[in-house]
């Protein structure tokens, strides 16, 4: 099993739908989640933590089950502007953080 | 907000040749890291850096790599004898008390040709 796998997609989903995108994890002594965003030949930028509770911000919402080592990003409301690719990110230790190939994204007007 | 900054922004080398690429991390960080993407692929991990030593390296991390902290501010990335295959877009990045996550510079796009 691969240390971070995310579904590479693309995933062409229509202006104002709802699309989700998950990620699985191997190390399940795995620490802290993200979800971070990248624009082509931009540098990472963290959208999100997650947490075993599930976490919200706006129209974006994390969730992390641990117990099957997965985490998911759900976009409600989709924009234009939310094309990207969005990697999964798992904190192994504080020296150390994995990411996955990452899902890209296209909303389509 | 804080930001991680890397210089240049884009570096064009001969193969065979040393180049070194420069950090500023976030001043109260205390864990820093450079990664590499090459283009259309994932995110690698190269190395891991804490309290003046490193923390993990990975494979790609061999012994034409280096690193260093020369003044407390820098963290700079070496690679002595550069090969064609080192062509990707290098990043830094920084962890600490003051930011959630890891905050990563723009990168320096390094051509070998």
């Known amino acids: 099993r691969k240390e971070v796998e995310q579904d590479p997609g693309p995933f062409n989903v229509p202006e104002g739908a709802t699309v989700a995108f998950n990620c699985t994890y191997s190390?399940?002594?795995?620490?802290?989640f993200f979800w971070y965003r990248q624009d082509c030949r931009k540098e990472p930028k963290l959208l999100m933590s997650?947490?075993?509770s599930g976490n919200e911000d706006g129209r974006f919402t994390a969730q992390l089950n641990r117990a099957s080592q997965y985490i998911s990003l759900l976009i409600r409301d989709s924009k234009l502007s939310d094309s990207a690719t969005y990697l999964c990110v798992v904190n192994v230790r504080d020296d150390k953080i994995i990411f996955g190939k990452g899902t890209r994204l296209h909303i389509l007007p | 907000e804080p930001e991680v900054t890397q210089t240049p922004s884009h570096q064009v080398t001969q193969m065979g040749q040393e180049v070194i690429l420069r950090c500023v991390p976030i001043s109260n960080h205390l864990y820093f890291y450079w990664y590499r993407q090459i283009l259309g692929q994932k995110v690698e991990f190269l190395v891991s850096?804490?309290?003046?030593?490193?923390?993990?390296k990975s494979e790609i991390f061999d012994d034409q790599f280096s690193v260093e902290r020369p003044d407390g501010s820098n963290f700079t990335l070496k690679i002595r004898s550069t090969k064609l295959e080192d062509s990707a877009m290098y990043f830094c990045a920084s962890s600490g008390p003051s930011t959630i996550g890891y905050t990563f510079g723009s990168g320096t796009r390094l051509t070998v040709v």
């Open positions: 997650v947490y075993s």
């Open positions: 190390n399940s002594a795995s620490q802290s």
């Open positions: 850096f804490y309290n003046n030593e490193i923390s993990e």
